[in-house]
C-alpha cells in the first residue's frame, strides 16, 4: 500500500507561485472540498520573494496561464501532507491535441523549476 495513489477531479482556483495552487475537489455525487491547497510533488520553482523574484513570477505566470480557472487531475501520494501543510501532488492536463501532460514535468522541461527529493 505504500504506494498507494489517489486521483481526484479539481478546479483550479488559485496559483499561487511556480509549485503551489490552491483547488476546489470534486469528490463526486455533487461533493466539495474547497480551497486545498496543493505543493507540486518532486519540484521546487524560483521564489517570488528575493534574488530569485523575476524567475518565480516567469514560473508562476507560466502556471497560471497553463491551469488556472481550469479543471485538472491531481494525484496524491497516500495524501501525506508537506512540511507547510500542503497536500503534495501530481498535476496533470490535456494538450491541444487532447494528450494528458503532466504539469511538474513540463515545468522542469521548460527551465521553470527544478526536480527534488524531500
Known amino acids: ?14 496559483v499561487y507561485d511556480g ?14 472540498v474547497n480551497k486545498v491547497k496543493i505543493r507540486l510533488a518532486r519540484i521546487n520553482a ?7 523574484r523575476e524567475k518565480g513570477l516567469k514560473s508562476r ?17 497516500k495524501d501525506r501532507k508537506g512540511k507547510y501543510g500542503r497536500y ?3 498535476v496533470w492536463t490535456k494538450n491541444e491535441d487532447g494528450e494528458s501532460i503532466n504539469v511538474n514535468d513540463l515545468l522542469v522541461k521548460k527551465r521553470l523549476a527544478k526536480k527534488v527529493k524531500y
Open 19 to 32: 509549485d503551489t495552487i490552491t483547488v476546489n475537489i470534486d469528490l463526486g455525487l455533487h461533493t466539495f
Open 88 to 90: 503534495i501532488g501530481e
Open 1 to 14: 500500500m505504500e504506494n498507494f495513489l489517489y486521483h481526484y477531479k479539481v478546479y483550479v482556483a488559485k
Open 46 to 52: 524560483p521564489e517570488l520573494r528575493g534574488a530569485e
Open 61 to 77: 505566470d507560466f502556471l497560471r496561464e497553463l491551469i488556472l480557472g481550469k479543471e485538472v487531475i491531481i494525484q496524491t501520494i
